[in-house]
């Protein structure tokens, strides 16, 4: 009778020669403890030799079916050899003779995410990190990285960051936790991982285009285009990136290039659609009306519901002064990408032209949310809350508006009626006498000008300005008799 050793030893090299036990070997060796099919399983299984293991280990669970070792070393044999569903089978084995198997119930949740179970994983790495006095990084990457595909995104980052905290090495957490960041609209905190995550790996088309994601919601097109071309040096294929960088071209004012990469995009029969959509939001910054409206014409004939064609099919039937079916066009757009700056903008401009202010007011504050600050937007806003009788925040945009343009005159003049109105009129008058240096053809800053100093008892003078704003603009006013 061979010693446990011998019999060891027999069978790893009956495993070599012949890859696994034969018929012969097997009566032979069925009076072999359980312990020696064991081993002999655990041995192959470290040795990287899967499939040889597979018998040993199930062998050895014949003779003892409460081995929770032996379950969890099949589970990881089934692992490597991509069988996840029986995997699971035997860790769930595992975790049924040793509810506190921590492994165990870390590569179950492992094998669940393969299958496309993440809700299951996730509950198997809660039970995991529940068990374990000391969690290990990856626990935390794991589940973060769960939650975070999950769409969890706000649990997604304290366990990223865990892990971060455990392994500061560990890239793939930082990643993730970028993009869970991105996602949180927290583009700011998104930057700061990608930049170290960039710095320490070189970086790659994911942090690229990532980064380039962040930098364009912060409003930094420049900087955007740049990160999209690193991605597209790292991916020439990778035509999510060649879209956006299409978009920060357009947004910077060189739409010629933008123009170039739509036409990659409509080379390509999965991203046609769009490319058409990205070329006519070109042409329109271009001011090629037509060619805006054919390539519309072209989306829409290839049945996708894009946003951009919406938005620049608006901006045309706007051009025509057919308001009623531009506002159709701009609801559609941002029911299709709620984040659209652009046409909040425009459709707050026309419920603006339509008098409805407070819906108006509503819609530049999102263009703000979502856009690039400019003072622009909120001089629209502001002169949305002046006419809605909003004059408290009328006057914080005007202020916004002039910090970034102080030579804005169209807000100076604004601001100089919403002083006006809350009884400020030395400071009025001083607004709208600044307005008119800086734009001396601007009827409304006239106007403003005369009402506030009407107000101060400057009467022959407001006559002189209430004339200059009539001559300038007859339609603008219509001074009473009383006046």
Known sequence: MLSTRSMLLTLVVASTVYGGACAQETTMLDQYTKATWFNVGARLCEQGRYQQAVPYLEHALKLNAKDAQAFYDLGLCRTAMKQYKQAIVAFDSAVKVNPHYVDALANRGSCKDLTGDRAGAVRDYNQAIALSKSPPPDLYYDRGSEYYLLGEYAKAIPDLTEALKLDAKSNDALLYRALAYGELKQPERAIGDLNE????????????LARGNANYALSRFSSAVNDYSSALRCNHDLYQAMEKRALAYVRIGQSGEGLKDANELIKEQKYRARGYGVRAFAQLAMGEWSGARGDCDACRELNVDDYLEHFVRAMVDLHKNLTDDA????????????????????RGTISCSLKEYKKAADDFSKALHYGPETAAIHNNLGYAYMKADSFDSALTEFDSALKLDPKFAEALSNRGFTRLQLGQIEDAIKDCRHAITLKESMAQGHLHLAMALEKAGETQEAAQEYGAANKLDPSLIQVSASR
């Open 197 to 208: 995550y960039i710095r320490v790996t070189g970086g790659d088309q994911d942090s690229y």
């Open 327 to 346: 506002m159709t066009e701009l609801n559609r757009s941002i029911e299709l990408n709620s984040l659209f700056d652009e046409a909040y903008f425009a």
